[in-house]
């Protein structure tokens, strides 16, 4: 069975059950417009505002895809392979409620976290207000040149022809929710790995797992930047976010979750005993010269005499004969 205290699993469902209410209610308010920027102002000599809009290589959907889907596709087969080796003459049904009980608990925790990452980054750019690298393309403002020698615009209308949407987009730059949301569930996700793949031969299979967590936030995280959609300095702060977020719900979920089932650390110490034994060479024979009843026992110098003296008489009578 996996252990969850049931005090911090219910606090888990009723966290994530507010942060999800919160979330869907201020993101739905964000995106429809209600809930404007700050109000994100520009320099006209400024040339890092003025690169063209390309669209984003990781897409909205994707990154959802990879941050909320693709863990229950490697949390899953870890639980199913450690209940297994746990009660392989158990029941099917019964080692698969085990499993999918444990991932259940393990993949509430992703959710938790990327929703509490996105609550952050979208408080964050409603806030902070700063322009994206294509805010010029996207807004094209209505200024003239007397208005841009006065310095600092804030007071300025927008008249291309993009949505009112993507022209709200493009003053939230600060700080990139791809960066966050991608760090986030890689670093929990590699933590996770860790913890929870113990068995043997797992040396070479546990770093490539992690590899691949590791590649999809640096892909999400430079894309931003190539893409022209981030600033470098809102992606270090977006993975700054992300990271510190995956450390603080780890600190909490490590208390309340037995990751490593007893079964698990007792192979692992055993397999590290025998490959010892194994490696060194030494361990059996040592064991083996020193039991009493080993087979590879020396003759004693008295047995040896005897023989000897016999052979010698043997050898006398065989002359005499002669």
Request: a positive charge; charged letters at 20%.
């Amino acid at each position: 069975m996996y252990n969850v205290n049931r005090f911090s699993q219910s606090a888990y469902v009723l966290l994530g059950t507010k942060l999800w209410k919160w979330f869907i209610g201020g993101l739905s308010l964000s995106y429809s417009g209600l809930i404007r920027p700050r109000g994100a102002g520009f320099y006209c000599d400024d040339h890092t505002i003025k690169f063209p809009y390309r669209g984003d290589t990781v897409s909205v959907v994707q990154l959802f895809l990879g941050s909320l889907l693709a863990p229950i596709f490697f949390i899953l087969p870890i639980e199913l392979v450690k209940k297994w080796r746990k009660s392989r003459e158990a029941a099917v049904r019964s080692y698969l409620a085990s499993a999918w009980k444990k991932s259940w608990s393990v993949w509430r925790a992703v959710l938790l976290g990327n929703l509490s990452v996105l609550v952050l980054t979208e408080i964050s750019k409603s806030l902070i207000s700063e322009a994206r690298p294509h805010f010029w393309d996207t807004c094209q403002p209505n200024v003239t040149k007397e208005i841009c020698d006065s310095g600092y615009i804030v007071d300025f209308n927008c008249t291309s022809d993009y949505s009112n949407r993507k022209i709200l987009d493009a003053q939230k730059s600060f700080p990139s929710g791809h960066t966050s949301v991608s760090f986030f569930v890689a670093a929990f996700m590699m933590w996770y790995l860790d913890r929870a793949v113990r068995w043997r031969h797992s040396y070479f299979f546990k770093p490539c797992l992690q590899l691949v967590w590791a590649c999809f936030a640096i892909l999400c995280a430079l894309t931003r930047i190539t893409d022209r959609r981030h600033h470098w300095w809102d992606v270090l702060a977006g993975g700054t976010l992300g990271l510190s977020v995956a450390f603080m719900l780890v600190q909490a979920v490590s208390r309340s979750i037995r990751w490593v089932d007893d079964d698990d650390s007792d192979s692992a110490s055993n397999d590290s005993t025998n490959q010892f034994k194994d490696g060194s060479g030494r361990a059996d024979f040592q064991l083996k010269s020193n039991n009493p009843s080993s087979n590879n026992k020396r003759p004693s110098v008295r047995r040896l005499l005897s023989t000897s003296s016999a052979a010698t008489t043997i050898a006398e009578d065989s002359e005499i004969n002669i």
